[in-house]
Nanobody, 121 residues
Framework: QLQLVESGGGLVQPGGSLRLSCAAS????????IGWFRQAPGKEREGVSC????????NDADSVKGRFTISRDNAKNTVYLQMDSLKQEDTAVYYC??????????????WGKGTLVTVSS
């Protein structure tokens, strides 16, 4: 069974960068569509970025367009989220999630436990 583990979160100053990793175990990742989601304190979870099994990617949150980039390394069974020009409003717990069928990041079947990103001076 697919298991997802996020890493790379931490404290960063506004304007800084972080790269999150989503490592998969239990099965190969390249048959899954993968998404990054986030949940800020007191807010609902929102989709951030999505990448299909063929590598097509989208930024689902308008607020991250031009700043966040999702990518995948199937050889390493890992998906990344490169986050640049971070803002305080990017502070949230970031989750990766996966599903086999479909190319849009909705109704995901598998979830990691999340990694906390704090953007603060």
């Amino acid at each position: 069974q697919l298991q997802l583990v996020e890493s790379g979160g931490g404290l960063v100053q506004p304007g800084g960068s972080l790269r999150l990793s989503c490592a998969a175990s239990g099965t190969i990742l390249n048959i899954y569509t993968i998404g990054w989601f986030r949940q800020a304190p007191g807010k609902e979870r929102e989709g951030v970025s999505c990448i299909t099994k063929t590598g097509d990617s989208t930024n689902d949150a308008d607020s991250v367009k031009g700043r966040f980039t999702i990518s995948r390394d199937n050889a390493k069974n890992t998906v990344y989220l490169q986050m640049d020009s971070l803002k305080q409003e990017d502070t949230a717990v970031y989750y990766c999630a996966a599903k086999i069928f479909g190319t849009k990041c909705s109704n995901m079947n598998h979830w990691g436990k999340g990694t906390l990103v704090t953007v603060s001076s």
